[in-house]
């Protein structure tokens, strides 16, 4: 209760401005900025959310994912990993600005809640669970990132968050310093799931929520691995996508 009245009167005596443009705001990202950088229902293709042409409404899916389906079946992101959107995921990465992935869940939570409820391919999943980090990088950071987005964003959909169920089964190299080739390497047979935790994904629609997403590697190998527990379906709920591979 006193938060709900306190919180009134310091955005009144606290100047708020927005992360990206620096302008005052009293939301953390102002409406231009999100108008500018987190376009609604944008086409991309359905699996792994590469943009693509308006012309490519009848096929949903980009040319990678036709010629070889990955693992998981659907991927929503909030936006491109471009700048000034990359200096946001660095300063929550690096600077410990968590106030940022509150931010990015709301983004994503709006990005989610505009798609048609209607068909199977768009439901809410049952529950969700954040790409973990290796031991000595969650010791180095001091938090994991995807858990911190995953938290209110599970809260604002009414979606349970298990941090426990995919674990990582080693520490690996960090994947944007290697080569693409590289990346599948450095990631196979890194994540596990304990087999008390197998009944909650049985059968079950669960999205994997993470930062950013470059050529979707990462995702991919979690999602094998839950596919090969029983899940049943696999979405990925994303901040950022870059626009290369």
């Known amino acids: 209760m006193w938060r709900n009245l306190l919180q009134p009167l310091l955005q009144s005596v606290l100047p708020n401005y927005c992360a990206i443009c620096k302008d005052q705001s009293d939301n953390l990202i102002c409406q231009q900025c999100q108008h500018d950088f987190f376009p609604k229902l944008s086409q991309r293709c359905h699996s792994c959310a590469l943009p693509l ?19 998981f079946d659907r991927t929503i992101v909030a936006c ?32 989610i809640s505009s798609l048609p409820q209607n068909t199977p391919q768009d439901t809410l999943p049952d529950l969700i669970c954040p790409i ?37 089964t080693r520490d690996t190299l960090q994947q944007s310093s290697l080569h693409p080739d590289a990346r599948h390497k450095n990631v196979r047979n890194a994540f596990t799931i304990p087999p008390a935790m197998s009944h909650l994904i049985h059968n079950k629609h669960i999205a ?22 029983g899940a049943k379906k696999v979405s990925n709920f994303v901040f ?5 591979v």
């Not at 990088?137 to 599970?154: M, Y």
């Open 132 to 168: 973990p980090l290796g031991r000595q990088r969650l010791i180095a950071r001091g938090f994991n990132q995807s858990l911190e987005i995953a938290k209110p964003l599970g809260a604002d959909l009414g979606v349970p968050v298990h941090y426990d169920i995919l674990l990582r």
């Open 240 to 244: 950022a996508r870059t626009i290369w």
């Open 53 to 71: 042409p308006a012309t490519s409404i009848r096929n949903p899916l980009c040319g990678a994912c036709l010629k070889k389906r990955p693992h």
């Open 208 to 229: 994997i929520v993470d930062d950013v997403m470059t050529t979707g590697t990462t995702l991919n190998e979690a999602a094998k691995v839950l596919k090969r527990f």
């Open 80 to 111: 491109n990993y471009v700048p000034p959107i990359d200096h946001l995921v660095l300063a929550l990465k690096f600077a410990h600005h968590l106030g940022l992935a509150r931010a990015f869940a709301t983004e994503l939570r709006n990005q």
